[in-house]
C-alpha cells in the first residue's frame, strides 16, 4: 500500500446538508487534488496505468480529485479524503490475474447433452398426438 499523500493538495468549500448554523459560515467539504504526471512517487507504468483505469476521474489538466464532506468539520473530512485517495489509488495499481482458459470435462458435456434430452423429451411428451 503507497502512501503518496506528501503530493496531495486541497481546497475548502461549503458543505451542503447538515450543520446547523454554521452552514452556511464555515467552510467544512474539502476537495483533495493530485496531480498524477507530477507524482515522484510512482514509476511511469504506475502512473500510466493510473490514469488508464481512473481516467473518469482525472480532469483536462491532469489533476485526480476527490470531495468528501461526510463529517461536520474540516480536518476529519480531510483525513477520509487522504484516505479514500489513497484507497482509490491503490486498487488502480491492482493488476488482475490473467484468466487460463479451461475446457468443460466429458463428464460435464455429458450431463449438459443429457439435461437437454431429458427437456427435449417431457416437451415432446406434452404435444398432442393422434
Not at 485526480?64 to 489509488?89: C, D, G, H, P, Y
Amino acid at each position: 500500500m503507497k502512501n503518496f499523500s506528501k503530493e496531495l493538495s486541497f481546497k475548502t468549500s461549503r458543505s451542503s446538508g447538515a450543520g446547523g448554523q454554521n452552514v452556511n459560515k464555515v467552510e467544512t467539504a474539502v476537495t483533495v487534488l493530485w496531480k498524477v504526471d507530477g507524482s515522484e512517487f510512482f514509476s511511469d507504468e504506475e502512473k500510466e496505468m493510473i490514469q488508464n483505469k481512473l481516467k473518469n476521474r482525472i480532469n483536462a489538466d491532469g489533476f485526480l480529485f476527490l470531495t468528501v464532506s461526510e463529517s461536520r468539520t474540516q480536518l476529519m473530512n480531510k483525513n477520509k479524503a487522504v484516505e479514500k485517495i489513497i484507497e482509490i489509488v491503490n486498487k488502480a495499481l491492482i493488476v488482475p490475474k490473467k484468466r487460463t482458459a479451461t475446457k468443460p470435462s466429458r463428464t460435464q458435456k455429458q450431463k449438459r447433452l443429457d439435461s437437454k434430452k431429458k427437456l427435449s423429451d417431457k416437451k415432446e411428451n406434452r404435444r398432442f398426438k393422434f
